[in-house]
């Protein structure tokens, strides 16, 4: 499964701190390792070492005894003696005979080439597991062909290792979990920068022109600082200069649209008085001048930077007077089932659903629901139509502005002036709220509008 995902494809923070973990894992885990060889190494020889003085001692008490009573007298309690606790075992071999003390064991377990190399004078030491008990065998030559050996458990030890282990094991998972954690805060100290540049780069996205970083005293960070600053310093006064163009322009052709308006009215008047080719041409100048009109009150919507006047309004209110006011035909259902407040600019909101009505009338064959309900902490606009729908790979264009002739073939030709969405979009983001489309139920295109506010 970990195949599937490579580690790059990760977030860089986490990837920060799974380098922390995995060398936090490689640096414990070898010092748990050296740390366990050492020391079980050291705990077993010392065990071996002492019990091998100790069995050499009680094989020269069993020679001496020997020595003095060569008829065995006495030895038995010898060795119930040198076997001491119950967990010990002595055996003495001699005569052809066994003579033991202490635990009960089977000797036949016992390794014949051990047994063999104690019986040619060299003495053998063995561990292994005798009746499920990790065990310790010394076997000690004696003279005349006898055979000492001593079996001593080493469960106690065998579970100090395990404890130590255990120890090791959870210290290793301890260390690895902190190096997790560790590498997570200093991927996210060491990101928060990114962070606030990625932060600041989204305001300007949405349109907040004013987002900078605030001043670093960081050798490596100020130059990207200063950098990011400035460019986005001439970026807000390059659109300031786009928008005071627009302005100007929108401003000037307002007089001599003015003019125009009036005088295609004058011959709209007179229009039975021309002759018919004249007559399609007042026609065709008459839709042209309209459409120019409305495109450059758009402009000066656009342009326009004053800043927002927010009241707290109800949306389910507002739609329903505005669409009273429009006087549609046939009139779109209202969905309003609950009161949904939001502060919000009266002039600039009456215009976003007075164009996404307009849209829905020139390129979805008119609104067929308007439904508005509350979000947690967000108040939620939906305007229906019954028209073909828009494509998933062209909704974010279609607020871009002049896209209606991209989306004429699609959408059908409303004489639009294209800009009616790029100026919702623009309202909304002033807002700090967002607008998209998605598909409504049944066909057709929803648009959606979710702005900052409470249910009422």
């Known amino acids: ?73 006495g030895l038995n309690d010898l060795l119930t003696g040198l076997a001491g606790t119950p967990d010990i075992t002595v055996a003495l071999h001699r005569d052809g005979r ?45 003279p005349n062909g006898g055979l000492f ?91 300031q200069r786009d928008a005071r163009f627009a302005a100007d322009v929108s401003h000037e052709l307002r007089s001599p ?42 402009l000066l919507e656009i342009s326009r930077s004053d800043t927002l006047e927010r009241e707290p309004w109800e949306l389910g209110e507002l739609v329903r007077g505005l669409v009273a006011a429009r006087g549609e035909d046939p009139v779109p259902e209202i969905d309003a089932p609950e009161p949904v407040t939001v502060p919000a600019d009266r002039r600039r909101l009456d215009q976003v659903l007075g164009n996404l009505l307009d849209n829905a009338d020139a390129h979805g064959g008119g609104a067929l629901r308007i439904g508005v309900s509350a979000r947690p902490g967000r108040g939620r606009i939906e305007v229906d139509d019954g028209g073909p729908g828009i494509p998933p790979d062209r909704r974010a264009a279609v607020f871009e502005r002049f896209s209606r002739g991209t989306l004429a073939g699609s959408r059908g030709d409303g004489g639009g002036t294209g800009l009616g969405l790029s100026l919702v979009a623009a309202h909304v983001r002033r807002h ?11 066909g057709g295109a929803r648009v959606v509008v979710e702005l900052p506010g409470e249910a009422g």
Do not use: C
């Open 149 to 239: 050996v001593e079996i001593l458990p080493l469960h106690l030890l065998d579970a100090n290792l395990r404890f130590l282990g255990s120890i090791l094991f959870f210290g290793v998972a301890a260390s690895t979990v902190l190096g997790l954690g560790l590498g997570h805060w200093a991927g996210k100290r060491a990101l928060l920068p990114l962070t606030e540049l990625a932060r600041a780069a989204g305001r300007i996205a949405g349109g907040n022109l004013a987002a900078r970083l605030p001043d670093s005293s960081d050798a490596e960070l100020a130059p990207l600082v200063a950098t990011f600053n400035r460019n986005t310093d001439a970026l807000e006064q390059r659109v």
């Open 1 to 73: 499964m970990l195949d599937r995902i490579p580690l790059r494809r990760l977030p860089l923070r986490h990837r920060v701190a799974v380098a922390f973990a995995l060398v936090s894992l490689a640096v414990t885990g070898l010092f748990a390792t050296v740390t366990w060889n050492l020391a079980s190494f050291y705990l077993v020889e010392q065990r071996v070492e002492g019990a091998t003085r100790q069995a050499d001692g009680n094989v020269a008490l069993v020679e001496r005894t020997l020595a003095v009573n060569p008829d065995g007298e």
């Open 98 to 142: 066994w003579t033991t003390s202490g635990r009960t064991v089977d000797l036949d377990v016992l390794p014949g080439p051990l047994l063999d190399l104690a019986r040619d004078g060299t003495p053998a030491r063995q561990r292994l597991l005798i009746e499920g008990l990790p065990s310790l065998v010394i076997a000690l030559p004696m």
């Open 257 to 298: 649209l003015t003019t125009l308006v009036n005088a295609v009215a004058v011959l709209r008047r007179r229009r039975e008085e021309l002759p018919p080719t004249a007559q399609q041409a007042v026609d065709l100048l008459d839709g042209d001048v309209h459409r120019f009109r409305r495109m450059v009150l758009d």
């Open 432 to 442: 700090d709220g967002e607008v998209w489309i998605e598909e409504r139920p049944g």
